[in-house]
DNA sequence: TTGCTCCTCACGTCACGTGAGGTGGC
DNA sequence: TTGCTCCTCACGTCACGTGAGGTGGC
C-alpha cells in the first residue's frame, strides 16, 4: 500500500489530481484511514491510475472516464469512443490551423503595405506600369460602397492576393451615387469564380500621384494629376485606378491622416 | 447613442458579453444612466467593439487585447502581437493533431489485433510463414523484460508497425534470468535506427498453436507444439516465436483469459 | 522538539452563460 | 396593467493549482 505522495510519483499524478479523481469517483484509494483520513493504494491501482493519465492525455473528460471506466475493461470495446474522440481533436486540430493561416494572412498584408508605402513619392510621376492579374467585381453604386466588392473578391481570393486593394472607375467624371467602378485585388494566380472578374489588367504610360490622407480630401490630388495630365497635351484613358497603399486595417481604421492611396491614370499620346 | 441589446445586435457580441467588456474595461459604454444603470454606446465605438471581436478570434485574451488597445491604433504597431500569437496556435494545432495521431495509430492498432484473432484455430497447425520485415531489439534476461523491447522499437517504428508485437528465442531451452531474446514488430518497410537491428526474416515451414490465457499457463501449449514436432520427425530451428496476437492493451490491460498468443517453430526435414 | 507527510477547507482560474429577483419607460 | 428591456447579484463551468492552518507518526 502506498500513500498518496509515493503513489503520485509511480504514476506522475499530482497529489491534488489523485485527491480530485478520488471526489469525482474515478480512482478511488484501496484504503483510507478513518483517524487521519490518509489515502492509500495498493500496486494494482497502478493499471487504473495510467490508463486515466492515458486517456486524459487524448483529451478525455473525468466524466467521460468515468464512463468508459465504469462499463469497460478492455480496449477493444472502446474503439467507438476513441473514434468520436479523434474527430473532436480533429476538428480542434483544423480550427487553430485556420485561425493561424487567418493570422499568417493578415501579417502579410501588413507587411505588405508597409513595404509599398516605404519611400513613395509625393510628385506627380509619369511611369510605365506593368500589366497585372486582376480580380474584381464591378458594380454601379456610390463611392463609400466599394467595401463589399473587397469583401467579396478578398473571400474568394484569399491567399492568392498579392497586393492591396484597387478600384477602378470607369466614368470619366464624379458621380455622387451611381458610379460605374469596380473593386478588387491583384493576384498571385487567376481564379475561377462565377461573379468575379478575373484577367490580365493591361499596364501602360500612366501619370501617378501620392494622395495622403482621408479619402474626404481625394479631389485635390485628383486635380494635381489632371493638372498635369492637361500641361502635357495626354489623353487619359479610363478606367482610372486608386491603390489602397495604406487604408483603414484589418484590426483597427487607424488615422485617416495616415493613409496612403496611388491614383494612377493611364495615358495616351496621338 | 444605442442601448446594450441594439450594439448587441451591431457587433454581434452578447450582452453577457459587452458587461463583461465594460467590467474589464476594454469596451466601456459612451454613457451610463445614473438612475437606471442603463449603458449606451456611441456608433464610434462600434469600429473598437468589432476590434475585439477579431482579436477574440485570434484567441487572444481579454487582458492581452487590453493590452493592445491601451497602446496602439493601428494595425502595422501589432504585427509582433501577432506573429507572437500566430505561433502559439501553431504549436495548439500541431498539439491536438499529434493527439488526434495517436488516436488514430491506437485505434488501428485495435482494429488490427481483432482482425488476426478473428477466427484462428486453436489445433496444432502445419503451415507456411512468408518472410516479412522485422525490427527488433536483442538482450538477455528474464521474460518478462521484453515490454522494454517493444517500447523502444514501438517509438522508432510508430507509423511503419504492421503487425503485433512478437517475441525471437534464441535459447533452446527455458532459461529463467538471462533468456536471450528480442521483442520488436513487423513493419510495413525498413527503417535505420542505431540499437535495433531492422531486416527481412524468413519464414518457412513451421508447426504453430494458439495459447489463449495468461502467460504463465503458455508451458502446456509448448508441449503440444513440441509434441508434433517430436511425433513427425521434424527438427525445429530456432529462434521460435511468440505473436501476441491480443495481449495487454495500450489503455486496459484487459483480462488475461482473453490474450490470445500464437507460438511458431520454423522446422527442417532432413 | 523539529521535519516531513498528509489532511481539509477556501479561493482562484477564464470568459462568459444562466437564472433569480427587481426596476423604469412606453 | 402588461411586455419589454435593462439592471445587479450570485452561482456554475473544468480540472486542477495554490496557499492557509492544522494534525499524526518518526
Known amino acids: 500500500m502506498y500513500p498518496i505522495g509515493e503513489f503520485s510519483l509511480i504514476t506522475r499524478l499530482s497529489v491534488k ?16 484511514d478513518e483517524d487521519s483520513g490518509y489515502r492509500y493504494y495498493r500496486k494494482s491501482s497502478i493499471d487504473r491510475a495510467t490508463a486515466i493519465v492515458k486517456l ?3 483529451e478525455f473528460s473525468v466524466s467521460e472516464i468515468r464512463e468508459i471506466l465504469l462499463h469497460h475493461s478492455d480496449d477493444s470495446e472502446i474503439v467507438s469512443f476513441f473514434e468520436r474522440q ?38 506627380v510621376l509619369v511611369k510605365y506600369i506593368d500589366d ?8 454601379t453604386g456610390a463611392y463609400d460602397e466599394v467595401g463589399k466588392a473587397f469583401a467579396k473578391v478578398g473571400r474568394a481570393a484569399g491567399r492568392k492576393i498579392a497586393g492591396p486593394a484597387m478600384t477602378l472607375y470607369y466614368d470619366g467624371e464624379f458621380r455622387e451615387k451611381d458610379a460605374d467602378m469596380e473593386g478588387g485585388f491583384p493576384l498571385s494566380q487567376k481564379i475561377d469564380i462565377p461573379g468575379i472578374d478575373c484577367r490580365v489588367l493591361r499596364g501602360g504610360k500612366a501619370v501617378t500621384v501620392i494622395h495622403r490622407g482621408s479619402y474626404e480630401s481625394i479631389g485635390k490630388s485628383y486635380e494635381r ?8 497635351r495626354m489623353n487619359p484613358v479610363y478606367p482610372s485606378r486608386e491603390i489602397y497603399l495604406k487604408g483603414p486595417g484589418l484590426i483597427f481604421k487607424g488615422n485617416p491622416r495616415n493613409y496612403v492611396t496611388e491614383l494612377q491614370v493611364i495615358v495616351r499620346e496621338d
Do not use: C, Q
Not at 489530481?17 to 483510507?32: K, M, N
Not at 494629376?225 to 502635357?232: K, N, P, V, W
Open 86 to 123: 479523434m474527430s473532436v481533436l480533429d476538428e480542434k486540430a483544423k480550427e487553430y490551423w485556420r485561425m493561424r493561416d487567418s493570422i499568417s494572412n493578415t501579417i502579410d498584408t501588413i507587411r505588405r503595405s508597409e513595404k509599398m508605402i516605404n519611400g513613395v513619392d509625393d510628385e
Open 56 to 58: 486524459r492525455a487524448m
Open 132 to 139: 497585372m492579374i486582376f480580380a474584381g467585381y464591378r458594380f
Open 225 to 232: 494629376l489632371f493638372a498635369r495630365i492637361e500641361s502635357d
Open 17 to 32: 489530481a489523485l485527491r480530485y479523481y478520488h471526489e469525482e469517483g474515478i480512482l478511488v484509494p484501496d484504503h483510507v
